[in-house]
């Protein structure tokens, strides 16, 4: 793995200073999810159900994203390995 890495300026975003580090980390993830969602579920009609396999932070992302998509995460079924992750979802 490279200690260093070069980038072009416009690959780089300045955070703002309210928004802490541990905030920000989650801004390109987050933006991968929107854009599976985009790609591939909208329009989605309030009454179908959508599953999501694999409980990782895309998976558990996209589970967000839909569920508020949906309006009730009721039809977001998250399928996954991981019991304290699938948790983080139903209590969302």
Known sequence: MAEYLTLP???L???P????DEEAVFAE????ACRVVEQGLLPFPK??????LGDGKLGLMIAEVM?????DRKNVIL???H???MALVENV
């Open 79 to 81: 399928f996954g390995k």
């Open 17 to 20: 200073d309210e928004i802490s």
């Open 13 to 15: 975003h300045l955070v």
């Open 47 to 52: 009454d179908n159900r959508v599953a999501i």
């Open 83 to 85: 019991e304290n992750k």
């Open 9 to 11: 300026v416009g690959n």
């Open 29 to 32: 993830p987050l933006a991968a």
């Open 67 to 71: 569920g508020r998509e949906c309006g």
